[in-house]
Every structure is written in C-alpha cells, then in structure tokens.
C-alpha cells in the first residue's frame, strides 16, 4: 500500500486566515485544532506566480523536499509563521520503501530542519514528521505518534486530502463510521 503527501501543518485558525482568499486552497480538519493544506502545483502557482518546481533527483539529507522550495514560496511560509508555527511535511512509501522530511517555520524563520529519513528506524518522535508536528505544539494522545494523533494516517495522498478537505471531514470521520458500524453488529 502506498503513501504520498505534500502539506503544509498548522493551526486551523491559522490557515483559515492565511489563505481564505486563495482559490486553490482545501483545508482537511485534523485533530487537536490542527489542519492540513494540500500543496498542490496549483496551490504553489497562486502563491507564488511560477508553476512549481521538482528534483530530478531521489529526495536525500541535502535536498530532502521532492518540491523544490523556492525563494517565493519559502517567502509564503514565513510569513505565514508570523501568526504562528507551520510545518511543510512530505512522505511517499511504496511497498515499505520510501521517505519522508520536514521543516518548520515560526516568526518568520525557518527554526527546524529541514530533516530527512529513508529508514525510520529510530524512535517515532525522532522520525522528520513526529518531530516537526511535536515542534508545532502536538501533544500526545491515545494513538502512537503525532502523526496518527493528528490523523494524517486516514487519507493515503495529497489528492485525497483535497477530496477530505472538500467534503469538510474531520480527521475523526473514519473512527465515528467505524463506530457505527461495530454498534450496528
């Protein structure tokens, strides 16, 4: 089963203000007050007036973002953590291989990372996307790690983010139909 995800992670609050006037922004409700925005290359044209850009290289330490961050969007992002901590984050898996990195802006600085990490073997809080959702002030909860304590484990792409965002579901809509489900057996 596979895994892809391009997002930028904050406040909802913070992102409902950020880009209420953006034509190309969906917002997926997660828990804890959070949401995710989609970073789609249409998302990046609007903000930043240039279609995005990509490595044509496999993502590594050095240049750990398929996206390329550009000048213009780097710009975006902190000036949005002006109003409070962001974080871009990107996973892609494929048959247990793959990777994912982080980086988080606060003040209108990059204040951590970018981190990288193909093997996520390490501590779960160590892993570059537990550890920037930790920077942002995620506190722990019932389920394993930040991530699955936000919900970013119940859409499996960026494409069904968009699709979650759209129908204006909360990361817990997957645990009540389940609930429902069990109290009809």
């Known amino acids: 089963m596979s895994y ?22 969906v917002l997926g409700g997660l828990r804890q007050d959070f949401a995710l925005l989609p970073v789609t290359p249409q998302l990046v044209q609007e903000l930043t007036g240039t279609p995005p850009d990509y490595t044509i290289d496999e993502p590594g330490p050095e240049s750990p973002f398929e996206l390329i961050l550009s000048p213009a969007l780097t710009e975006v992002l902190a000036h949005w953590s002006r109003h409070g901590p962001l974080a871009y984050v990107e996973a892609e898996f494929a048959g247990g291989a793959g990777h994912q990195a982080a980086a ?54 960026t494409e ?3 699709a979650h965002g759209r129908r204006g579901l909360s990361a817990d809509y997957w645990d009540e139909l389940a609930d429902e489900w069990e109290a009809r057996q």
Do not use: C, K
Request: hydrophobic share 45%; proline share 8%.
């Open 4 to 25: 892809q995800l391009s997002a930028v992670v904050a406040d909802a609050e913070l992102l409902r203000e950020e880009t209420r006037e953006l034509d190309h922004a």
């Open 160 to 162: 069904g983010w968009l």
């Open 104 to 157: 988080v802006w606060l003040g209108g600085t990059l204040t951590w990372g970018p981190r990288f990490d193909t093997a996520l073997d390490g501590p779960r809080p160590d892993w570059p996307i537990n550890a920037a959702l930790i920077e942002l002030g995620v506190e722990p909860g019932r389920w394993i790690d930040p991530f699955a304590e936000l919900g970013l484990h119940v859409e499996r792409s």
